[in-house]
Nanobody, 115 residues
């Protein structure tokens, strides 16, 4: 059974830091491109960060470039999103996505950036 389980969300102050994790099971994690998406209230879901299978090459939405870092640990079947200097506009539900032949989604974790 395929599962993607996000964790690490919560309330963070602007300028703070937060690390999201997404634990995967039920498929060959190392074969999949991993992505983080987010969806704010009243807005469409948008791609935040992507990391390919080599674990080195990544790309980011312009809005988070230089502040967020995506990484993966294939030994732990886990992808991370390190969020540094978050802003109130980063408030959203963050979703993990795995893409290869199929596309899998997690249930999401809420991130709220507020003082």
């Amino acid at each position: 059974q395929v599962q993607l389980v996000e964790s690490g969300g919560g309330l963070v102050q602007p300028g703070g830091s937060l690390r999201l994790a997404c634990a995967a099971s039920g498929f060959t994690f190392s074969s999949y491109v991993m992505r983080w998406y987010r969806q704010a209230p009243g807005k469409e879901r948008e791609m935040v960060a992507t990391i390919i299978r080599d674990g080195i090459n990544a790309n980011y939405a312009d809005s988070v470039k230089g502040r967020f870092t995506i990484s993966r640990d294939d030994a732990k079947n886990t992808v991370y999103l390190q969020m540094n200097s978050p802003k109130p506009e980063d408030t959203a539900v963050y979703y993990c996505n795995a893409v290869h032949v199929f596309s899998y989604w997690g249930q999401g974790t809420q991130v709220t950036v507020s003082s």
